[in-house]
């Protein structure tokens, strides 16, 4: 398998976190964790397939991948490729006019979202386009042609700080703390222009913070404390959800990516 990483354009940077083109000449399956950003995905050459939930399907040859609770495999046809368009999490509210919880636990076709005509256009010219370049070039068309006079709550954007601040080990109550709205009213906005929960997506960012602070050295239970979980049985629990794997067997096979 074979990854390039592109950066988006400064006027795309508030909601493209990066561009990935993904190339498989052998097929490969591939796990997924869950991500606490929304997904926009274009099959160049090949077929994608997604098994989750004991369920086998082919993915839109164009679509967006909602947050998910659990992993999930990707299986790259031999000879396949994708561009993949990671957003921010305000990301997709730029984009989209819909309730962003409404892609939860989904995979869509971007023909249910995109007027066609412009869609099957930049499939078409996607199909001939002979470089990497042209193709992140396509698709910054794309994206600034479908952007959407959409203003995110300056009160969200202060609330997703204070959770990527802590790592997600940060009780939900005190999230409003400051701020002049009810706890019921962040939650409902929160879901509508993000795209999952608070407790969600804090737990998102808290398990990918252990991932990503784990080494051979590390004792997984001062880990699991560290992260705030209170005790070992309850982080195993948290992290076979996400994960699929017991933290044991998931550090000792290390992912693609």
Same mark, same amino acid.
């Not at 939650?187 to 991932?211: M, Q």
């Not at 070992?232 to 067997?249: A, C, I, M, R, W």
């Given at each position: 398998m074979k990854i390039l990483s592109y950066f988006p354009s400064p006027e795309l940077l508030p909601y493209v976190q990066k561009y990935l083109i993904i190339e498989s000449e052998n097929g490969i399956e591939n796990r997924i964790l869950p991500n606490p950003h929304l997904v926009l995905s274009f099959q160049l050459k090949g077929t994608l397939r997604s098994f989750e939930s004991n369920n086998l399907y082919d993915l839109p040859r164009a679509g967006i991948a909602g947050f998910r609770k659990s992993a999930r495999k990707i299986i790259y046809s031999k000879n396949s490729s994708a561009l993949l368009v990671i957003l921010t999490e305000i990301g997709a509210c730029a984009f989209f006019k819909e309730p962003i919880s409404d892609f939860y636990g989904k995979t869509l076709s971007l023909e249910e979202l995109i007027p066609k005509q412009i869609l099957r256009n930049t499939e078409e010219q996607l199909f001939s386009c002979k470089s990497d370049i042209g193709r992140i070039s396509l698709i910054e068309n794309f994206l600034l042609q479908n952007q959407k006079e959409r203003m995110v709550d300056p009160i969200l954007r202060q609330t997703l700080l204070k959770i990527q601040k802590s790592n997600g080990n940060i009780k939900i109550r005190d999230? @409003?703390?400051? #701020?002049? $709205?009810?706890?019921?009213? *962040?939650? &409902? @906005? +929160? @879901?509508?222009?993000?795209?999952?929960? #608070?407790?969600? !997506?804090? /737990?998102? #960012?808290? $398990?990918?913070?252990? $991932?990503?602070?784990y080494s051979e050295q590390t004792n997984l239970t001062d880990l699991a404390y560290g992260a705030? !979980?209170?005790?070992?049985?309850? +982080? /195993? &629990?948290? +992290? &076979? *959800?996400?994960?699929?794997?017991?933290? @044991?067997? +998931?550090?000792?096979h290390p992912q693609n990516w």
């Open positions: 999230l @409003k703390q400051g #701020l002049p $709205i009810s706890l019921d009213s *962040l939650e &409902k @906005k +929160f @879901k509508d222009s993000i795209g999952t929960t #608070l407790k969600h !997506y804090s /737990n998102l #960012l808290r $398990i990918r913070s252990v $991932i990503s602070a705030g !979980y209170f005790d070992q049985s309850h +982080f /195993n &629990k948290e +992290f &076979k *959800l996400y994960t699929g794997d017991s933290p @044991k067997f +998931f550090f000792q």
